[in-house]
């Protein structure tokens, strides 16, 4: 009987299931004051907002904004229903089981002396990450894709210094011709 296949999981990253997390779009009034009402519905359920992105939508008075946040789905389904109950809401979607896109963006600075450089070019290299700045003791990178990809791309370089890092937070779009 075969040992069973190692799990290469990068330290300090914990897996969830798919169904863990979800990914809400919410498309919005752009008017101040909105962005509290929204958090305060999840705040009251007891429901984490791991990331939020907001941003202006194609139309100049409405915004859209991209919740990930993890949680009880029956509990998020009732926060849904609130959210359609606000009057800046247009519409929410849970887009955790549709077929859309998503990414995010991500700034690593590193503690680079010149002999790990070589290493550390590789590894961005092999994640499609871009070197944004140079410093004689340190360099920027910036990197995008799937929130995974990110996790991964951070464990690696953590070893050589990580002194600060910015995430975007997840950004998705529904594929076709079905609104977002």
């Given at each position: 009987?075969?040992?069973?296949?190692?799990?290469?999981?990068?330290?300090?990253?914990?897996?969830?299931r798919?169904?863990?997390?979800?990914?809400?779009?919410?498309?919005?009034?752009?008017?101040?004051?909105?962005?509290?009402?929204?958090?305060?519905?999840?705040s009251?359920?007891?429901?984490n907002?791991?990331?939020?992105?907001?941003?202006?939508?194609?139309?100049?008075?409405?915004?859209?904004?991209?919740?990930?946040?993890?949680?009880?789905p029956?509990t998020?389904?009732q926060?849904?229903?609130q959210?359609?109950?606000?009057?800046?809401?247009?519409?929410?979607?849970?887009?955790?089981?549709?077929?859309?896109?998503?990414t995010?963006?991500?700034?690593?600075?590193?503690?680079?002396?010149?002999?790990?450089?070589?290493?550390?070019?590789q590894?961005?290299?092999?994640?499609?990450?871009?070197v944004?700045?140079?410093?004689?003791?340190?360099?920027?990178?910036?990197?995008?894709?799937?929130?995974?990809?990110?996790?991964?791309?951070?464990?690696?370089?953590?070893?050589?210094?990580?002194?600060?890092?910015?995430?975007?937070?997840?950004?998705?779009?529904?594929?076709?011709?079905?609104?977002?």
């Amino acid at each position: 009987m075969a040992a069973p296949e190692p799990t290469h999981e990068p330290a300090g990253i914990a897996r969830r299931r798919r169904s863990d997390v979800h990914t809400i779009s919410l498309y919005v009034n752009n008017k101040p004051g909105v962005l509290v009402r929204v958090a305060l519905v999840f705040s009251r359920r007891g429901y984490n907002i791991e990331s939020l992105v907001v941003s202006p939508a194609a139309e100049g008075d409405f915004s859209r904004m991209t919740i990930t946040c993890s949680g009880d789905p029956a509990t998020l389904e009732q926060i849904i229903k609130q959210l359609h109950k606000l009057v800046d809401v247009v519409h929410a979607t849970d887009h955790t089981e549709h077929d859309a896109y998503e990414t995010e963006i991500a700034l690593v600075k590193l503690q680079a002396s010149l002999h790990e450089r070589t290493e550390i070019l590789q590894v961005a290299e092999n994640f499609g990450a871009k070197v944004t700045d140079y410093g004689s003791e340190s360099m920027m990178l910036r990197v995008y894709g799937s929130s995974e990809k990110l996790d991964a791309f951070i464990a690696l370089l953590r070893p050589y210094g990580l002194r600060e890092l910015v995430r975007s937070g997840k950004i998705l779009m529904v594929r076709g011709l079905q609104e977002t």
